[in-house]
């Protein structure tokens, strides 16, 4: 951090998930583009919920885009990879930081790939189990560390040259759960619509209306359970770059400190997949010899496959996200100009982020009798052009980027 580019405030994608953070991570795209959101979608022809392969993803991987220009990816736990491009491919069970480290050693000893993807899980479950404040997670986070500079010196080993480029990121972050609303919540939507079908995933709740009328029913009900953070319909879905109501159904994220999950889940002290800070801020490290020493304002995760393929020289693909290199390497070339717009994009994040809990307030003040249809129906229609007004000022700013960048 001392000597490389770092991000002031860097953001996941929504869901705060596993699945869709990492292949986000990887592409460059949003889960809206790429298809893997929160897991299950409902499936067009028998509008049913299915289950959705973590590598059947639209778009391109940066080591498919590699290797169509003759380079070599090693992915050491990074799942996206598998069958999308890597070379070679390791999983370890275990999560063991040690082996990790060592099949990451091995590989950059025996394949020398151009790109290495290296995630170390252990950061992930150690926060689930013992929750994200815990020594456990301190200790692991240390011993994370210790692995990472161990890898930095097998590669400057190896391949000593100035044009490395290191990063270090996390697909999401985490917060403390100890409230249980799995009751509330299964009694708010099956009492509203029965046989409608329905999830709880650990801080969200997800289910999916047959019709409009369902839909109302439903939402009305759980807006009414106490601590619920939003209520994401189809406006809601597209601000926050997931997708449509259509395939996602209707997404209720949960306040801090609360989760669900079905019955006979283990307890768990930590967890993510909501739209809480902790949750979605993530961080963003730029490191190597030619990087310059510099902070950022803002980004996203979906920035960091088009920074790597620009800095790899790979031919333009189609990304969400627009690349920060110029930024690493010469912060004085366009450096106010870029800060600027990087700037104008946390602002409106953060803006998109509250109009959605404004729009859920609405919601849930008309379910318990504090607006009348028609009050609700102005309200909503105001603040659903506000969020539409706000992503496409985002598009727009992206858009120029990637014409200028």
């Not at 275990?94 to 394949?111: C, L, N, P, Q």
């Not at 985490?174 to 079908?197: C, E, F, H, W, Y």
């Not at 969400?320 to 100009?337: A, F, Q, V």
Request: glycine fraction near 8%; proline fraction near 4%.
């Amino acid at each position: 951090m001392s000597q490389g580019v770092v991000v002031d405030d860097c953001r996941t994608v929504f869901p705060s998930l596993t699945a869709p953070a990492h292949t986000t991570l990887t592409t460059g795209l949003y889960p809206k583009s790429h298809g893997v959101t929160s897991g299950v979608s409902i499936d067009p022809d028998s509008r049913r919920p299915r289950e959705d392969w973590m590598t059947s993803y639209a778009g391109k991987s940066v080591a498919e885009l590699l290797k169509n220009q003759g380079g070599v990816t090693g992915s050491v736990e990074e799942f996206t990879l598998f069958m999308r491009g890597a070379d070679v491919y390791v999983n370890v069970p275990t999560h063991s930081i040690g082996d990790v480290a060592r099949f990451a050693r091995t590989v950059i000893e025996t394949k020398r790939p151009q790109v290495l993807y290296v995630v170390f899980f252990a950061v992930d479950d150690a926060g689930h189990l013992n929750g994200p404040g815990s020594r456990e997670v301190d200790r692991t986070i240390k011993e994370v560390d210790d692995a990472i500079g161990q890898l930095i010196e097998s590669i400057e080993r190896s391949n000593r040259s100035d044009e490395a480029l290191y990063v270090l990121t996390s697909d999401h972050g985490m917060v403390s759960v100890s409230r249980d609303l799995s009751r509330s919540l299964s009694a708010a939507i099956v009492g509203a619509v029965k046989n409608v079908p329905f999830r709880l995933w650990g801080r969200f709740a997800q289910f999916f209306p047959q019709s409009a009328s369902q839909q109302r029913g439903a939402v009305q009900s759980v807006a009414r359970v106490r601590g619920v953070d939003a209520i994401l319909e189809d406006t809601e879905l597209k601000a926050l770059n997931m997708g449509d109501e259509a395939s996602q159904g209707v997404i209720v994220p949960l306040d801090l400190g609360y989760f669900c999950f079905p019955k006979g889940t283990p307890r768990l002290r930590g967890n993510h997949g909501g739209l809480g800070e902790d949750e979605t801020k993530v961080p963003l490290i730029f490191y190597g010899r030619s990087v310059c020493d510099a902070r950022l304002p803002f980004a996203e995760t979906v920035d960091l496959a088009p920074t790597v393929a620009a800095h790899l020289g790979l031919r333009k693909a189609a990304f969400d996200g627009s690349s920060l290199l110029e930024l690493l390497h010469d912060p004085d070339m366009r450096g106010d100009e870029e800060r600027g717009r990087l700037a104008q994009l946390g602002l409106l994040y953060v803006k998109r982020v509250q109009c959605v809990r404004a729009l859920s307030e609405l919601k849930k003040r008309y379910a318990n009798g504090g607006l009348t249809a028609r009050e609700l129906r102005a309200d909503a229609s105001r603040m659903r052009k506000e969020l539409l007004n706000l992503n496409s000022r985002s598009v727009a700013i992206r858009r120029f980027t990637h014409t200028t960048g």
